[in-house]
């Protein structure tokens, strides 16, 4: 699986982006699709996560009511809306995928076990 992330760019705090991650392979509608992000000097964290259906999502606290993810399986494409940007959202995000049915919740303590990962798009928020 190859996986390119884009829509990044340069926003004021309060602002919103929607970055996109695009999958080659027949097979991306079968795998978890997970958003990470690591800023300057910090580890990756994870950020958000959804399910091969769709049906359930996960997201960081950090994050929880400002961002969505979502999935068009039909594209092979997944998407995070990030909303009500802050500066602190300031990071290089990734998108992976997880390719074994797994709880969601174990999967985003787990970012070394993730099995392909795109590039990232640089996100930055001014204040």
């Known amino acids: 699986v190859q996986l390119q992330a884009s829509g990044g760019g340069l926003v004021q705090a309060g602002g919103s982006l929607r970055l996109s991650c695009a999958a080659s392979?027949?097979?991306?509608?079968?795998?978890?699709v997970g958003w990470f992000r690591q800023a300057p000097g910090k580890e990756r964290e994870f950020v958000a996560a959804i399910s091969w259906s769709g049906s359930s999502t996960f997201y960081a606290d950090s994050v929880k009511g400002r961002f969505t993810i979502s999935r068009d399986n039909a594209r092979n494409t997944a998407y995070l809306q990030m909303n009500s940007l802050k500066p602190e959202d300031t990071a290089v995000y990734y998108c992976?995928?997880?390719?074994?049915?797994?709880?969601?919740?174990?999967?985003?303590?787990?970012?070394?076990?993730?099995?392909?990962w795109g590039q990232g798009t640089q996100v930055t928020v001014s204040s």
């Open positions: 992976a995928v997880w390719t074994s049915p797994s709880s969601l919740p174990l999967l985003a303590g787990n970012i070394r076990g993730w099995n392909y």
């Open positions: 392979g027949r097979t991306f509608s079968s795998y978890t």
